[in-house]
């Protein structure tokens, strides 16, 4: 297969634009992690869709050891924190709240390299 490096911000055509992720960190009730693909997938990600900036999402899943991450994808880091600033990212993450065995974690991103 053929590799392609990018700039971060760098549109190629049929491709989307981002340039910052911010990765959710999350412990689940191990009984609980269908609920929780559930409620992202029918609640969560619709919601997160129609936020300005937002470019596409991941929720990845260890059922053995019942944590996930949550990666939402931005097209800019001021979008990113848009998220946060207005309580949307709060609103949503209270929405899983009771299928947590720990309280979440944040981290944010820059992309560096595209491939």
């Known amino acids: ?3 392609r490096f990018i700039p971060a911000n760098i549109h190629i055509q049929g491709e989307f634009t981002m340039t910052h992720a911010r990765f959710v960190y999350v412990h689940l009730q191990p009984d609980k992690i269908d609920n929780a693909i559930a409620l992202f ?6 919601a997160t869709q129609e936020q300005t900036g937002f470019q596409g999402a991941r929720l ?3 059922r053995t050891s019942a944590q996930g991450v949550i990666v939402t994808l931005w097209e800019s880091e001021a979008a990113m924190h848009a998220t946060e600033a207005s309580g949307y990212l709060g609103e949503q993450l209270a929405k899983l709240g009771e299928l947590f ?3 979440p974690t944040r981290a944010a991103y820059e992309l560096a390299i595209s491939v």
């Open 1 to 3: 297969s053929q590799h």
């Open 101 to 103: 065995s720990a309280p």
């Open 60 to 62: 990845l899943v260890d």
């Open 41 to 46: 997938r029918h609640t969560i990600l619709p």
